[in-house]
């Protein structure tokens, strides 16, 4: 018997803390079940290496893949129960024969069949057996008798079974060694028989202590007898950690005849655990139909339904609770996409707003712009011409002057001599002089980006003598904001046609002529904005 010194966890922990130990080793059970399916092959390939004539050694192997079966599963089991009473009787060993049927009632038992298990244990003759054989066929009668009188749960006949059930355990104690696990374990069974849960859990509580040498499958049945007890002493919380730790031996030790599980799933149905109760008592079912527990399919059968329909009533009512949570969101997220709908066509009207603004805001600063451009320009020109005309008045003053003195001393001669002096083409040129130089002093850059727009053959710039001549000189007053063609010619002293042919010949050399004008409009004026 393999035996494992099982780290326990604390009957202190929180029940929803050993819960979710229990589902980890749920799953983790296929890796259980892989090593004892790996333990079971080795000894298969041993068997089928040992020679058949040796008796002893086969025995001994069959014995080890029974005791690998028999609370795994049933049926193989049997085949190897029988092939350990075949060989006992190849050996002419009616003492080993005897105990492969203690094996077979033990299976008979955990497969619910007490006729069979009865009919079986009745072909042993203890006598023919040791004292360990005896122990252990004193304690699976004692396994029948209380089993049987708990199925049947008479008023007549259960008193009777567990009469004769406690007078096995008592053989067994008899026979056991003082301080064995099995005299602990046994003792503690017949105290918890007489209803002496105190010291029946004193005893069982022994071989739980910290590092105890027992086997899983053991530890796995004490703590389910321990986990009764407290539930029957109204210990429930205590009793159900406890039948959490059978559980997880039991998965441990991969026994598929259990009791935990289906009695885990039974009082965590009691109370309100649904979900889990449903979800254990499933595996309980697997289980058992696995090892082929015609008893345990029974129990669980008859409170399946019971906990099925729960679960159905639970999950119908998780869904029309989660329904109503779905309905709730979906009618808040359909709030909140009509807001951002309303939200994004608000936005879509402010930018729209704000780019009608913006485009407002550019015009009003180009406005701005040309305003104190045209203040600058009026303010240069005004000043200059200001200053220009003060020195014509002077000068008429002058010739007005001089024309009375003449006039009043009759010198007609000197009069006409004083007029024809009067030069209107210098003049002229000095009102250009002074145009020029006050444009270029607000436009410096006019020329280089007036020939900016022609290529290097057709470029126009103003000879050594010059400021400005005519051609650039047309387009600074265009510039300066005089378009008309007709104002330009008296400005120029030219005739309106000669006008138009100077801009049409001038626009025509020009890379972009549709955007000539504009380009020379587009020349901003220096220190206009400080």
């Known amino acids: 018997m393999l035996l494992l010194a099982y780290p326990s966890i604390s009957i202190g922990a929180g029940t929803d803390t050993l819960l979710t130990a229990l589902k980890i080793e749920i799953s983790r059970k296929n890796i259980y079940d892989d090593q004892k399916q790996a333990r079971i092959h080795r000894l298969k ?43 006992s009787v190849s050996m002419n060993d009616m003492s080993r024969a005897y105990y492969s049927q203690i094996k077979l009632g033990f299976i008979l038992l955990s497969s619910g069949m007490f006729k069979e298990t009865f009919d079986s244990m009745r072909k042993v003759d203890p006598k023919m057996l040791n004292d360990s054989m005896k122990v252990e066929y004193y304690f699976i009668m004692y396994r029948c ?63 739980l202590v910290p590092n105890a040498q027992i086997s899983m499958h053991l530890r796995a049945m004490i703590t389910c007898s321990l986990g009764q007890i407290y539930i029957n002493s109204d210990k429930k919380e205590e009793g159900t950690k406890l039948l959490v730790q059978s559980a997880i031996a039991d998965i441990k030790s991969s026994t598929k005849e259990t009791v935990a599980l289906f009695t885990l799933a039974e009082q965590l149905y009691k109370a309100g655990n649904i979900k889990d109760a449903y979800s254990f008592i499933q595996l309980a079912k697997a289980d058992a139909d696995f090892y082929g527990a015609r008893q345990r399919k029974i129990q669980i059968g008859a409170i399946l339904p019971l906990v099925a329909a729960e679960e159905l009533s639970h999950s119908e009512k998780e869904k029309h609770t989660i329904l109503t949570y779905l309905l709730a969101i979906t009618a808040l997220a359909s709030l909140v996409i009509l ?43 005004i000043g200059q011409f200001f200053k220009i005309i003060s020195g014509y008045i002077l000068k008429l003053e002058k010739l007005k ?4 003195t003449k006039l009043s001393i009759k010198k007609y001669d000197d009069i006409r001599l004083i007029v024809n002096n009067i030069n209107i083409k210098k003049e002229r040129e000095v009102l250009y002089y002074s145009f020029d130089h006050i444009f270029l002093k607000i436009f410096p850059n006019f020329i280089s980006v007036f020939n900016s727009q022609f290529d290097e053959k057709d470029q126009i710039w103003p000879h050594e003598h010059e400021v400005l001549n005519t051609d650039l000189r047309i387009f600074a007053l265009i510039r300066m904001g005089i378009n008309d063609n007709e104002t330009i010619a008296k400005i120029l002293e030219y005739s309106v046609n000669t006008i138009y042919v100077y801009k049409m010949r001038i626009k025509a050399k020009s890379k972009n002529p549709d955007q000539f004008e504009q380009c020379i409009m587009d020349i901003k004026a220096v220190d206009t904005i400080e």
């Open 339 to 381: 807001f951002l709908v309303m939200i994004y066509k608000q936005l879509g009207k402010l930018k729209h707003k704000e780019r009608i603004i913006e485009d407002q805001n550019v015009q009003l600063k180009d406005i701005n712009y040309k305003l104190v451009e045209d203040a600058h320009i009026k303010e240069e020109y």
């Open 45 to 87: 390939q041993l068997q089928h290496t040992t020679p058949k004539v040796d008796y002893a050694k086969q025995y001994d192997l069959c014995l080890k893949l029974y005791d690998e079966y028999k609370s795994y599963q049933y049926d193989s089991a049997y085949v190897y129960v029988n092939k350990l009473k075949e060989i």
């Open 401 to 404: 002057m001089s024309i009375d």
């Open 145 to 207: 008798n209380t089993d049987l009188a708990k199925y049947n749960n008479d008023k007549y006949f259960t008193p009777n079974y567990l009469k004769i059930g406690n007078a096995y355990i008592d053989s067994a104690i008899k026979l056991s060694k003082p301080g064995s696990v099995d005299r602990i374990y046994y003792t503690g069974l017949k105290h918890v028989g007489e209803n002496d849960n105190n010291r029946g859990s004193q005893e069982l509580n022994k071989l």
